[in-house]
């Protein structure tokens, strides 16, 4: 079956380190925490502490980006993570979207993006990683100096590798993850026929790069167990807002979508208010039609949600980025995290 992951924000109410023990209590293969500095506490200082607080689950970036941090002290940070939980690390990165926003800045290009990850995964490997025009080290007059740069302490005394993996949901990107990542997790909502377009799209590039057919597929998915589907949509339905707005970005719908679903992704892009961005009741909810969310996202009795993901399952996706919980058992509708675990899991296991 494919490996759910929960995600949600680091709110000051339910920690993050109480969200990774809540995860693990509950059977998740895997947690991810956002970063976006100016909305959520550091990623990676949430990371490291789970990392001691947890002893079997997956702790990863959901995501981090390529512009707040160079590839250098990414690649230290989540290293660093890697060692503190004995190999349960991996990093999810992608162009930037709310951390860049909130520093006045659009998300970066996509030839940058894919340098970054290039750079990334030298660092990650342990490589001698050529210097970037620009700097001048010959004004200090220096005895000695290299003309590279390498974190000396990664090396094969170290953990495994930490794997990268790219949230994508445009071909440029899809590509670029496919070409230089260890793995891409579409974030293209919950149909089929999209996910399996963005599919083709990597295994594409990857052929074009003259690199072997085989890949690791990921997908984002808004997804709400109750069994009453108007209230599960309820619930996720600003997990539908946020993750939809990506396929229409720039003002253009990406991959395969009805005339109906490409009204909806603009109408979305053009209510997006990004002070509210990931926050409850936020207004670009208010325009999500409950076809619209049915289509996107997964949201109804837990033997709907099985033959959903089974559909994704069966197209090749490995893990399951769930999206719309809450893992706060203070929180009345965290029970749908619970029932997923209860009621969802071993149906995929069938």
């Known amino acids: ?3 759910p992951y929960p995600s949600g924000p680091n709110s000051p109410e339910f920690n993050g380190v109480r969200q990774a023990v809540r995860a693990e209590e509950i059977g998740y293969d895997g947690i991810v925490y956002v970063d976006s500095q100016n909305r959520y506490g550091d990623t990676y200082v949430c990371l490291a502490l789970a990392g001691h607080a ?14 707040t941090r160079h590839p250098a002290v990414t690649a230290s940070a989540i290293a660093t993570v ?3 939980s004995n190999g349960r690390a991996y990093l999810g990165i992608a162009r930037g ?29 342990g490589e001698d990683v050529p210097f970037e025009a ?23 005394t170290q953990p495994p590798k930490v794997p990268v993996d790219v949230a994508a949901t445009g071909p440029k990107v899809i590509a670029a993850a496919a070409r230089h990542a260890d793995s891409v997790t579409l974030n293209v909502g919950a149909d089929a026929n ?4 963005g599919m083709d799209v990597a295994r594409a590039a990857r052929a074009e790069a003259g ?3 085989d890949t690791h597929f990921g997908a984002y998915v808004p997804l709400v167990v109750n069994d009453d589907p108007q209230e599960a949509a309820r619930i996720g339905v600003g997990q ?27 109408t979305i892009h053009d209510a997006y208010d990004m002070e509210h961005h990931g926050m409850a009741h936020a207004p670009q909810d208010d325009v999500v039609t409950p076809d619209f969310a049915r289509e996107f996202g997964i949201f109804g009795s837990p033997t709907y949600c099985a033959d959903r993901l089974g559909e994704l399952i069966e197209l090749g996706v490995e893990r399951i980025i769930i999206r719309g919980v809450s893992l706060d058992p203070a929180d009345p509708e965290s029970r749908a995290a619970e029932r997923f675990m209860e009621e969802v899991a071993p149906l995929l296991r069938e």
């Open 211 to 213: 690199l072997p057919p």
């Open 194 to 197: 999209r996910i399996k377009w």
């Open 134 to 156: 620009g700097g001048d080290l010959s004004a200090l007059e220096l005895a000695n100096y290299r003309d590279s740069s390498v974190i000396f302490w990664i090396d094969e």
């Open 240 to 266: 539908v807002s946020l993750f939809a707005r990506f396929s229409a970005m720039y003002g253009t719908v990406v991959g395969p979508a009805s005339a109906d679903q490409r009204r909806m992704m603009r």
């Open 97 to 125: 979207d709310s951390a860049l926003a909130h520093l006045g800045r659009a998300p970066d290009s996509v030839p940058k993006f894919e340098r970054y990850l290039e750079r990334l995964q030298a660092y990650l490997r």
């Open 82 to 84: 890697q060692m503190e």
């Open 54 to 67: 947890t002893s079997t689950i997956k702790l990863g970036t959901g995501v981090t980006n390529s512009f």
């Open 1 to 3: 079956m494919g490996r």
